[in-house]
């Protein structure tokens, strides 16, 4: 692993690639350990006489903070999709976004003063805790994954995949076609039967119906038994467990068609051979869909709640004030 | 059966074909009655048949079957009219047959471009179902119509009970429940916010606390910083917990207290800041005598240097003989008293019960005055009835004991050997002295009040026509700035704190100085004696001062120098 690293930092290097969150040196990580330490400090020091709370100077202050850091940090997903226009590189907002929206949840919690109870004000801060912690999931996600994308992808991408695997059945049914109509039967039930991508739910827990290997799997048994009752020999060719390893049944299937149909010997091997493809890459696109789908899930939290959010803590002042 | 077969051509058009048999097939092969291109679709793909009037039975050959309702890879279905299912990719709807025919089978082709046709593969979260918007909006709406709308709609409509009991109130904005003592009108947040976006106002508390007085009525402190321009919320605040409702916060007292020397007006006071660390030493409320003898006037005193106060009550009462350990010579014998023996705690335990004569005194202390004719039990605490009874028995009485002792030395030889008359003063005939009465009706009513029965006690007012008893002025606190209840000192011994049996004169004040407090009692924040702070002993809104809910009494300036500490030893103001 250690070897990984130090190719894949040097590939990073070479790409001109360093993670947001060393950004200029930590720079912004720093800029928001300041404030962190800045509140920290005047909340221990300051002692007010009902208690800390959201009410007193220091409330105000935290919470005038807090909500200008929300509104800058919800800013942010218009700034991403600003390409001509945007002010300062994307980069330095998403380091400045990932520290301050983690210094926010401190601020937040200052500001409130510990005071939880069952109301509105509290389902804001609960709302507030769940977007910052699918940003860490975020962040966590982001640090792991693209690499593992990439290294699964090896340069062919996702569409270009797609194209090939349909390709690939393409081929399979028209030589399949030529063959026989029960192999064209079982190639078209595979096609038919493959999954790629799926519901939501399928791709985060990478869990896709696994039916797209059954039409090779049927295909050497066919062809096994039917070679078994001929040769006669009333001994199992092909054990069950043999019969689950599939790279088995592809070269013992190849032999066992070469030994009974020369003449059929050629399309079938070729479209066995395009099964095996296939499947592979199936299983490959999913695995990308499956990384993919655990890298952006978050996004599917991080961002409604985001806008929740900012509802919620509209409505949190507005009900403050309204009973001063 | 006839069947009509509908199709659309790729052009758009519709062609229409007829066939008969007793099924329809459907498959590549060119000798389907149904041909439908595809690779996906099997030569011999499925055949349909009469099952009924209206229904269909579909089943397929090839493994991939059809899809129909949603299922794929179906095999075997009944299919109506009305109904459709995908075979290959092309969709086939079956129709309500026009007359003549027993079939209407109307063909859509899959779009060609690939020799398979294929739903568009679901390759991220959004095309795999998940959403951002949906939640997002469904979040916004559910926030504001239960956070904001309903809650304000129930305000307007005065929160009818069947709906604020399932229907989110303003109660989803309250920070935190209100102390016990306000729970009863909790619910209703308008009780105490009674205008929208604007501060608690004074009136909403004083509308049930009308009675709350002011701390001082000092003209001056309306100007000090800490009482310029405050409401009753800023001290006291709710939806806290009971310590931030009543504060014992003692920063809200040394605020001003503990550096009185900024505070224009109020420079004379004595510093406070802790009870433990900086607390000035007591000074008792006492009375003195007058200069003319002849009323009690009160004043302020610290102890005197032995420790000792004098309080002037007009009782004179010496402990130390009443509480000897050998007791006392009662009516029955030696008695050994007690502290409870006179002094009985009230229902709240809190105080003593008045002393009372009958009660506690008379049983030794009789009021007698006897003479020879009779006993004379004077009333007590009543001076001119006993003044009459004087006159009217014992006066008479002593004169005529007088008269007779006279007589009788007159008529015994004295050291010259003159007889004296009865009735005749004594004395030589050269010069006869007179004849004694004895002592007038004034002196000895004098002698009674001042020295035989009152004046044991009490002290005499001689200045009037008659000698009076001064009514002692008997107190219930010598400290009423502060609040005191011995219920939680009872498993104290009394003599811990009151150190009567070294009192040696009556005008002893035996109560205990602040060196005695300290030794159970600590300051804020202590943990080796009781946590003690200001208003463990002292109350904020004075109960002698005026009513808050009114301006204090410009009219009637109490001045600054009242509140200064009298002198030790006098007891006179400055």
């Known amino acids: 692993m250690a070897t990984d690293n130090a190719s894949s930092s040097t590939a990073d290097e070479v790409a001109g690639h360093s993670s947001h969150l060393i950004y200029r040196n930590y720079f912004y990580a720093k800029v928001a350990g300041a404030l962190v330490a800045l509140a920290l400090l005047i909340y221990l020091l300051y002692d007010p006489l009902h208690g800390h709370s959201g009410s007193t100077w220091l409330g105000y202050t935290l919470g005038t903070i807090s909500f200008g850091l929300m509104v800058w940090l919800a800013w942010f997903g218009v700034r991403k999709r600003q390409f001509q226009t945007g002010r300062g590189s994307v980069r330095a907002w998403v380091s400045a976004h990932v520290y301050l929206g983690m210094a926010l949840l401190v601020t937040a919690t200052l500001h409130s003063g510990f005071h939880f109870s069952f109301n509105l004000h509290t389902v804001a801060y609960v709302l507030l805790c769940a977007v910052v912690v699918s940003g860490l999931y975020g962040i966590l996600v982001y640090s792991i994954l693209p690499r593992r994308i990439t290294e699964n992808r090896r340069d062919l991408p996702p569409r270009a995949m797609l194209a090939e695997i349909y390709r690939l059945d393409d081929t399979a049914l028209r030589l399949a076609d030529k063959v026989s109509p029960e192999i064209h039967a079982i190639v078209s039930r595979s096609v038919a039967n493959v999954r790629i991508g799926g519901s939501a739910w399928q791709q985060i827990t990478g869990r896709y119906e696994g039916r797209n290997d059954r039409g090779l799997r049927v295909l050497a048994e066919k062809r096994s038994d039917q070679l078994r009752r001929e040769a006669g020999k009333g001994k199992a060719l092909l054990s069950t467990q043999a019969l689950d390893r599939l790279e088995t049944v592809v070269v013992m299937a190849d032999q066992l068609f070469e030994s009974k149909q020369r003449n059929q010997a050629d399309e079938i091997k070729r479209i066995l051979d395009m099964l095996s493809q296939r499947k592979a890459l199936v299983e490959r696109l999913n695995h990308d869909v499956t990384l993919r789908a655990r890298l952006n899930v978050w996004l599917y939290l991080h961002v409604p709640l985001t806008v929740g959010l900012l509802v919620a803590v509209l409505a949190h002042v507005i009900a403050v004030f309204y009973y001063f | ?574």
């Open chain 2, 1 to 574: 059966m006839r069947i009509l077969i509908r199709q659309q051509a790729a052009d758009g058009t519709w062609k229409e074909t007829i066939c008969e048999g007793s099924r329809l097939t459907l498959g590549r092969a060119t000798q389907q009655m149904l041909q439908l291109p595809g690779l996906m679709v099997a030569l011999e793909h499925a055949e349909l048949q009469m099952a009924g009037a209206g229904h269909y039975r579909l089943s397929s050959k090839a493994l991939t079957g059809v899809e129909f309702e949603g299922r794929t890879g179906v095999r075997e279905a009944i299919v109506s009219t009305g109904s459709e299912f995908v075979l290959g990719g092309h969709q086939l709807r079956i129709e309500t047959p026009t007359p003549g025919f027993d079939l209407l089978v109307v063909v859509t082709l899959a779009s060609t471009g690939q020799a398979v046709s294929r739903a568009p593969a679901r390759l991220d979260l959004d095309s795999g179902g998940l959403s951002k918007r949906r939640p997002a909006l469904a979040l916004v709406v559910a926030l504001l119509v239960l956070g904001l709308l309903i809650p304000l709609v129930l305000i307007a409509v005065g929160r009818p009970a069947m709906l604020s009991s399932i229907l989110p109130t303003d109660m989803a904005w309250s920070s935190g429940p209100v102390t016990s003592s306000h729970a009863h009108f909790g619910g209703d947040c308008q009780a105490c916010h009674a205008t929208p976006f604007r501060s608690i106002q004074d009136t909403s508390c004083t509308s049930c606390h009308a009675d709350i007085k002011h701390h001082s009525d000092h003209p001056g402190i309306g100007d000090l910083p800490g009482f310029k321009d405050r409401r009753c919320a800023d001290c006291h605040q709710e939806h806290r917990g009971e310590a931030a409702l009543i504060s014992q916060n003692p920063a809200l007292c040394t605020g001003c207290h503990a550096r009185p020397e900024t505070l224009a007006g109020f420079d004379g006071m004595p510093p406070v800041k802790d009870f433990r660390r900086e607390h000035p030493a007591f000074r008792y409320t006492v009375s003195i005598l007058s200069a003319d003898g002849s009323t009690l006037k009160e004043t302020r005193v610290k102890a005197g240097a032995d420790g000792k106060v004098q309080d002037v009550s007009g009782s004179l009462f010496p402990h130390d003989s009443h509480v000897a350990a050998a007791g006392i010579k009662g009516p029955n014998g030696n008695e050994k008293l007690v502290c409870s023996s006179c002094h009985v705690a009230d229902t709240a335990k809190a105080g003593f019960r008045d002393l009372d004569f009958q009660k506690h005194c008379q049983r030794c202390h009789e009021l007698k005055l006897v003479t020879p004719e009779r006993t004379l039990e004077l009333p007590h605490g009543q001076n001119d009835a006993s003044r009459f009874l004087v006159e009217m028995f014992y006066v008479p009485s002593v004169r005529q004991q007088a008269a007779t002792a006279a007589a009788s030395e007159a008529a015994t030889p004295d050291g010259d050997g003159n007889r004296r008359r009865i009735g005749d003063a004594g004395g030589n005939a050269a010069s006869p002295e007179p004849v004694s009465t004895g002592p007038d009706s004034r002196t000895l009513v004098s002698e009674v009040f001042e020295y035989q029965v009152c004046g044991k006690c009490h002290l005499i007012d001689n200045t009037g026509e008659h000698p009076k008893v001064i009514p002692p002025k008997l107190r219930h606190t010598w400290l009423p700035a502060a609040r005191f209840s011995h219920a939680p000192h009872n498993a104290v011994p009394c003599s811990d704190c009151h150190q009567v049996g070294k009192s040696l004169t009556e005008t002893d004040l035996n109560l205990p100085g602040i060196e005695t407090c300290r030794q159970c009692h600590a300051g804020t924040h202590d943990q080796d004696g009781v946590e003690s702070t200001c208003v463990s002993c002292h109350a904020m809104h004075r109960a002698d001062q005026q009513l808050m809910s009114k301006a204090p009494d410009t009219a009637a300036p109490v001045s600054a120098s009242a509140l200064l500490p009298a002198s030790p030893t006098t007891g006179a103001a400055p």
